[in-house]
């Protein structure tokens, strides 16, 4: 168990570390760019991490379940599956609204209206920040039900 909780505490801490660091580190330096460059870079991230991000929150997922399986019956495991549960809506929520504007964003066009895009970006980032505390809420739960 003790692997188990290890791999679950890095993958699910380093995956709500990156997206915290989105949201309150690249995004608001991303805003003080021309509308231009802001774009671009807004189109190379969304690439990088909508290529990765799908299988780490997988990953994310699975050990959660691992962890809420392998305690079933102890005292944690509402916690436990309170944490999947969040971690799962997070992910349905993610695949309705947030995944169809990223895929937007990582196919901008260089030439593409900047009011739009920028307009779309905002809507994104507004429930971005929603995700990370869900994600966040998920973590809390997860350490706790360990912990009980």
Sequence with gaps: MLILNIATILS???????????????????????????????????????FVMPFWYGLGLILLLAEAFLRRGQTGFPLLGGAAGIWAAVIVLTLLFLVPINNRMARLAPDAPTREALKDHGKWDAMHRVRVAALAAAMVLFLAGIHV
């Design 12 to 50: 699910i801490g380093l995956m709500i570390g990156t997206e915290f660091a989105v949201s309150v580190f690249i995004n608001p330096i991303l805003s003080q760019l021309d509308d231009r460059a802001r774009l671009a870079s807004i189109r190379l991230f969304a690439a990088k991490l909508g």
